[in-house]
């Protein structure tokens, strides 16, 4: 009895090895790099009206589905970089989870004052429009992203650049979604980004937060409406500003603080409905 169960157990554990390098071959040399990448490929492009570019597909039974080196282009209008790259992008389960490994995006307006994003074709498409990717995912990692933004509407213009961007999307279906992150902003010195949301799928609410540490605000002054500017004369030096925000509906709430060394400000909703500093 006790034999059989081993052999059983045995043929059982050989059958599964066998079909799992049968899937294995089968996925990485005729379906992955043929149909599955010609139809990515096609999607991708459809979506956004870009070019489009991949690297290698590879399947892992350990790991996923993974895509080397997507290149996405940009409108000619703003250049030849491309709006995003990314370096590896990877699929696994059980639980469907999307990594996305050191992404590159690229946000850029022009002098008349119309940003890259505003040509991708996936805005300009009815709601109920067919064809788009059926990709649900309950969770999202960024690992190493990079945010570029450059405004060349304004006077004067002005760029800004994130890096070491993580962070952790998951949809608690179908009851919420929780994000966190963090990231770093290329002033100097370097200031560090903090962020937190919760958007209740049933309700309709949300809640969230974005804290700012020690940023030099002597780098944005100069690019500050007057009243702001005036608002944050009794700041010096570096400061630590949080946003925080609640929404229900149309309805939003949010207040920030701006504090530096003992002093400490807030702005928030009047009576009247405009925006004060205290």
């Given amino acids: 009895m ?10 059982a554990f050989v059958l599964f090895g066998l079909l799992a390098a049968g899937l294995t071959w089968y996925l990485n040399t005729v379906f992955l790099p043929g149909p599955a990448r010609r139809w990515i490929a096609g999607q991708l492009a459809e979506q956004t009206g870009r070019r489009v570019q991949l690297g ?60 890259n994003l505003e040509s991708l074709r996936l805005f300009h498409r009815p709601a109920a429009a067919t064809g788009s990717l059926p990709l649900m995912v309950a969770r999202l990692v960024v690992s190493d992203g990079e945010l570029l933004v450059e405004d060349q509407g304004g006077t004067p213009g002005w760029d800004a650049t994130l890096t070491r961007i993580n962070l952790r999307c998951l949809a608690k279906l179908p009851h919420a979604i929780t994000v966190k992150g963090t990231a770093q902003w290329q002033t100097v010195p370097v200031t560090a980004l903090l962020a937190q949301g919760t958007w209740n799928l049933s309700s309709g609410a949300g ?72």
């Fill in 2 to 11: 006790r034999r059989r169960l081993l052999r059983g157990l045995l043929i």
């Fill in 56 to 115: 290698a597909l590879h399947f892992r039974l350990w790991e996923g589905i993974s895509v080397e080196d997507v290149v996405i282009g940009d409108d000619r209008r703003y250049g030849d970089q491309p709006w995003l790259t990314l370096e590896r992008l990877v699929l696994s389960g059980p639980l469907p989870t999307l990594h996305l490994t050191h992404p590159r995006l690229r946000l850029v307006r022009d002098a008349a004052q119309v940003w």
């Fill in 207 to 278: 809640e969230g937060s974005v804290t700012v540490r020690q940023f030099p605000l002597d780098t944005v002054r100069p690019y500050l409406p007057a009243a702001t500017a005036a608002a944050l004369r009794e700041l010096a030096g570096a400061a630590t500003i949080t946003v925080k925000a609640a929404f229900r509906d149309d309805q939003l709430q949010a207040a920030v603080t701006a504090t530096a060394d003992d002093v400490r400000l807030q702005w928030a909703p009047a009576a009247d409905g405009a925006w004060r500093w205290r």
